[in-house]
């Protein structure tokens, strides 16, 4: 499609487990967003890919939360030892490099429930 | 990032203008604003941004003061639609433009 493909799109797993949040940018967009979104709250910036590489994780709220773009396209977002507190749509946007940077094109996100 | 201020909520009549205010009195010389609204269950979804001029898409207008304080996003004529939560977010305009979120203006259009 078009736009950015984020899977699964309602995922539901109890505490303590591993999950795994795709994200398929827009075509040719080389920055990619995590962000967290709580309910009622805004969106919360989780991590910045540049390319292949993070280049900013300050968002990360600890190492439970691990995030890779090994070929510079598709993202994964791991989370280990998950905790109730950690339940959020998850979202993903891309962004062309230059010109109009600041516009981020979202996913419809990953809504995460843990039991 | 410049912190930015706007009022939780607000209605709005269908076909009327909807205008929403944001506070940025911090905002520094190389931050623009921008835009976003969320529709319920769907992600974030840019509408506009400006620098010092007024800007006019498709979708809003965007009027900014003077003094770069304060802006006003006006949806022209506005449709049930539109009801959606808005964000005014500055931000500098480079790769790797991690948008600060607050908690936006709820937008509610009324029949």
């Known amino acids: 499609g078009a736009g950015v493909s984020q899977t699964p799109s309602n995922k539901v797993t109890e505490k303590g487990k591993y999950v795994e949040l795709r994200c398929d940018p827009i075509s040719g967009h080389t920055a990619l967003y995590w962000y967290r979104q709580s309910l009622g709250q805004g969106p919360e910036f989780l991590i910045y890919f540049q390319g292949t590489g993070a280049a900013d994780d300050s968002g990360l709220p600890n190492d439970r939360f691990f995030a890779v773009r090994p070929e510079g396209s598709v993202s994964t977002l791991k989370i280990q030892r998950t905790e109730r507190g950690d339940s959020a749509v998850y979202l993903c946007?891309?962004?062309?490099?230059?010109?109009?940077?600041?516009?981020?094109?979202f996913g419809e996100g990953s809504r995460l429930t843990v039991l | 990032d410049a912190k930015t201020t706007q009022p939780p909520s607000m209605d709005c009549a269908e076909g009327r203008a909807a205008n929403l205010p944001c506070n940025h009195s911090t905002i520094s010389g190389n931050e623009y604003v921008y835009w976003y609204r969320q529709i319920h269950s769907q992600g974030p979804q840019y509408i506009i941004h400006g620098l010092k001029n007024n800007e006019t898409n498709e979708m809003a207008s965007l009027i900014i003061t003077e003094d770069r304080k304060s802006s006003t996003l006006i949806l022209p004529h506005a449709t049930l639609r539109d009801t959606a939560v808005y964000y005014c977010?500055?931000?500098?305009?480079?790769?790797?433009?991690?948008?600060?979120f607050g908690g936006g203006t709820r937008l509610m259009v009324k029949p």
């Open positions: 977010i500055v931000s500098i305009n480079n790769a790797g433009n991690m948008l600060t």
């Open positions: 946007a891309s962004s062309p490099d230059r010109g109009r940077t600041g516009e981020l094109f």
